[in-house]
């Protein structure tokens, strides 16, 4: 299966970019600013969560049918997710 373009920037969409979409939205929604030249969003905990989630049931449900470069990126993004969640919530 070819990689859809987005057809505003031209930009192949590939596993690898969804993933690391889901994750920046992810990591705004706990509070990282990824672009200095934006506003911050509100944190909101349980939406951020929602997306570690979604990526959790990725995860388990392409096993076995990813790259190596896609289950990488993947996981790393599953490990740095989760890790920023919980120091979160344990403060």
């Not at 706990?30 to 969560?49: I, R």
């Not at 997306?51 to 990813?66: A, C, E, M, P, Y």
Request: proline share 7%; glycine share 4%; charged share 20%.
């Amino acid at each position: 299966m070819s990689p859809a373009s987005d057809s505003a920037s031209g930009v192949p969409v590939t596993f690898a970019s969804f993933v690391i979409s889901l994750g920046s939205s992810s990591l705004m929604l706990m509070g990282e600013q990824l672009d200095p030249q934006q506003p911050a969003m509100p944190v909101n905990l349980p939406q951020a969560k929602e997306i570690i989630d979604l990526l959790s049931v990725l995860d388990v449900k392409t096993k076995g049918n990813l790259t190596t470069e896609e289950q990488t990126v993947l996981r790393d993004m599953l490990y740095a997710l989760r890790m920023k969640y919980v120091s979160l919530t344990s403060k």
